[in-house]
């Protein structure tokens, strides 16, 4: 020990040690994972910068044997080197052997955060190395390692007959409880180098109950640097009426600290085998990730009426689902996506999604605090049973830039914007647009109080198109050739908020009225792409065009009034609008009865919304006949509970009256819900269900009967600190295809600091 120093105090509690090895040095009872005393305190500042070689200590009581040449230090004795803290009720360091002894309420902290308690603990003075009888060692992420036996080497940790839970091991009442699951082993090696925990003839143990022999296993050890590393994920096990019982076998390869692939068999009884992968990572400049899933097997035709006696196609099938961003300098960003799949049934079939279209894009984005472009291009892959893929777009290019500037003569700003867009059909209409638009907006305050704005907005387009024969409906269709277009529009916008007290709260009142002139444009001659899904509500209500999308613009001079109130006090908030329009002009209106605004005054429309604390939340959107006040279009949003029993409502009812060759415009209605009923202090059950409530009067086309279930859901769920473990039925009603299904059973474990 020549050329060591030691720093010490005597009477005084301050704790440190050097080695980060003294944690594997505690001891605790075999397999015993109750908490020990307290590990000790963080150091002083002058313990922290005093040099690599040098322990700084302090005891109640310090003693030096000169013949024997031993160190005694007693009485609460705190020691600290190099980022590691011990405390105990004695060590000795005997300086001739270079072995140290910590005896009684022993307390380890290395340098990770890792504290590792015990009796008696006998380490090597560089702190490096130790042995330890009836171990306990607790991980910086909370799990347990207990031992008979733990010998430390290097950054190696070898226990004899451990057993390893992050489950809490204490009721609240202080007793010592059984953990939710433990593994036992004989041996146990927590290697802090891979940041791995690896188990050799282990037992996996669930409630008490042994339910899983590992001859071979590790896991990562929870820290931040250790969520890495290859082994077998948990299986996922589900048995369905198509498919049959399924197993699920993941297995997870860390390729680099920055890069990942899983692969996933899944193993059927009814059908194939299927292999899925997953593959990730991060670069220097952004991320990505590319999923696939393959299989053999034969599908039915994508129709409601197809049977098993249909003909069978066979072959392979599969999905490709990748996804990236990517930031090229402080402006730059390029963000793209491909979904793909075999056939129109394979992602239901096989309980990936049950999107109805894939949609694949490619955009790149420049964004500063004055300008935006953005270049993009986009696929659609339509999976809908009697759709034809001809008939969907494909877009290349679309190309949209914007800037703003402040306008010099009044205050104002304006707001330039470029658009171009490519569609193109391999069964159907192409059509090229592109427009050049300039707008001004200025926001002023009178001396009343009143908010007024007021805009003007021009545009020119210039647009081609070909096959319109080739859309079925009508309005949207334009004429073939080239067209241009010039539009135009005049608004001012006034709100007038009145402020005051009511009920011990605050209310607001809030009058707004907006005029908007506007010259007649060309409409009809135009194809109409992004602008079908028409319906006035109070999102649009005092929009300069209420029509979606560039495509159609709303040729009307108009008055719109309407008014707000909003109301809040501790806990309780609600907010209300409502409003309508009324056209200037006689000439007849561009869009169909049943849309709100075919006539010269519009419907109502209106929104409600109300919160009271974290209990309930609601909000209700609504159109109103503005002849006899029949609800046209009513949608319902509720959440009602708090965050481990709830329920919560989506209704949608549309009762246009439209066309019903318009099919964007196609009537329906439907309900959603979703439950959760927290039963005891880990046990919850929870359901959802969603119903098509669309009958003939609504939709003459739709095979429905005012009454269809789409999906149930209803499952059991266990969930603690340290593991989550729920069983699921659900029952789906889709009949197209192969992707038809009856009941489907699941059955999920997940477990904290192992698999997913």
């Known amino acids: 020990m020549a050329g060591r120093t030691i720093w010490g105090q005597t009477g005084a509690t301050r704790v440190s040690i050097m080695a980060v090895a003294a944690a594997l040095a505690s001891t605790a009872h075999a397999q015993d994972l109750t908490t020990r005393p307290v590990a000790p305190p963080a150091p002083t500042a002058a313990a922290t910068n005093a040099p690599e070689d040098q322990v700084t200590f302090s005891a109640a009581q310090l003693d030096y044997d000169d013949n024997a040449d031993i160190v005694t230090a007693t009485g609460d004795v705190r020691m600290f080197r190099n980022g590691s803290r011990l405390r105990a009720d004695k060590v000795t360091w005997n300086r001739q052997t270079g072995e140290m002894r910590a005896i009684g309420n022993v307390a380890v902290v290395n340098s990770d955060g890792d504290t590792a308690y015990g009796d008696d603990v006998k380490l090597t003075d560089d702190m490096k190395n130790g042995v330890a009888e009836n171990m306990l060692l607790v991980l910086t992420n909370g799990g347990r390692l207990a031992a008979r036996h733990g010998e430390r080497k290097g950054e190696r940790t070898v226990l004899d007959h451990a057993a390893y839970t992050p489950c809490t091991v204490e009721g609240k009442d202080g007793c010592p409880k059984r953990p939710s699951w433990q593994i036992t082993a004989v041996r146990v090696i927590v290697d802090e180098g891979k940041h791995r925990i690896f188990y050799h003839d282990a037992r996996f143990t669930l409630f008490g109950v042994t339910v ?385 605004l075919s006539d010269r005054f519009s419907d109502y429309v209106g929104r409600v919304s109300i919160r009271y604390g974290s209990f309930l939340e609601l909000t209700e959107r609504f159109r109103l006949d503005k002849h006899n006040l029949q609800v046209r279009r009513n949608e319902v949003d509720a959440t009602i509970g708090g965050s481990t029993t709830y329920v919560q409502v989506g209704y949608l009812k549309l009762n246009r009256n439209i066309d019903r060759s318009i099919e964007d415009l196609r009537d329906r209605s439907e309900i959603r819900l979703a439950a959760r009923l927290k039963l005891a202090r880990y046990w919850s059950l929870f359901g959802s269900t969603v119903v098509d409530l669309t009958n003939k009067r609504d939709d003459p086309t739709a095979n429905a009967d005012g009454y269809e279930p789409v999906r149930h859901r209803l499952g059991l769920l266990y969930e603690n600190e340290c593991m989550s473990l729920g069983v699921t039925w659900r029952k789906d009603y889709d009949p197209t295809g192969d992707a038809r299904r009856g009941s489907t059973f699941s059955l999920r474990l997940a477990l904290k600091n192992i698999g997913r």
């Open 212 to 596: 899983l022999a590992l001859p071979a296993f590790s896991h990562p050890d929870g820290s931040d640097t250790g969520r890495g590393g290859s082994g077998v994920l948990l299986p996922d096990v589900q048995l369905s009426k198509r498919n049959g019982f399924e197993l699920d076998l993941p297995y997870y390869f860390q390729l680099a600290p920055n890069r990942d692939l899983t692969i996933t068999p899944h193993i059927y009884t009814k059908v194939l085998p299927a292999i899925e992968g997953r593959y990730r990572a991060l670069t220097s400049n952004g991320a990505y990730q590319i999923s696939a899933m393959g299989t053999y097997g034969s599908r039915l035709p994508a129709s409601a009426t197809a049977s098993t006696d249909d003909d069978k196609n066979e072959g392979p099938r599969g999905y490709l689902d990748a996804n990236g961003t990517w930031q090229f300098g402080p402006y730059w960003t390029v963000h793209g996506a491909i979904r793909l799949a075999s056939d129109r049934t394979f992602m239901k079939r096989y309980d990936i999604s049950n999107d109805d279209r894939l949609r694949s894009t490619l955009k790149a984005e420049r964004i500063d605090s004055d300008s935006y472009l953005s270049i993009a291009g986009w696929f659609v892959q339509d999976l809908r049973p009697g759709f034809s893929q001809g008939q969907q777009p494909i877009a290349l290019p679309q190309i949209d830039y914007r800037r703003r500037f402040t306008d010099p003569l009044l205050g104002g700003v304006f707001t330039a914007q470029l658009n171009s867009l490519a569609l193109t059909r391999t069964g159907g209409q192409d059509t090229q647009r592109a427009f050049a638009g300039l707008r001004w907006d200025l926001r002023t305050l009178t001396s009343l109080g009143q908010e007024v704005t007021f805009t003007a907005y021009g545009r020119t387009d210039v647009y081609h198109t070909d096959d319109s024969a080739a859309t079925a409906t009508p309005l949207y269709r334009g004429t073939d050739g080239w067209h241009g277009r010039a539009i135009g529009a005049l608004a001012a916008d006034m709100r007038w908020p009145f402020v005051g007290t009511l009920f011990g709260g605050t209310q607001q009142i809030v009058p707004r009225i907006q005029v908007v002139a506007e010259p007649h444009v060309k409409n009809l001659s135009i194809p109409d792409e992004d602008s079908r899904a028409v319906d006035l509500e109070d999102s649009n209500l005092f929009a300069l065009n209420r029509l979606s999308g560039y495509d159609r613009w709303e040729d009307t001079s108009r008055i719109t009034y309407g008014g707000e109130w909003n109301y809040n006090r501790p806990k309780f908030d609600m907010r209300a609008i409502i409003g309508q329009s009324y056209r200037l002009s006689n000439e007849p209106a561009l869009l169909p009865p049943g849309t709100g």
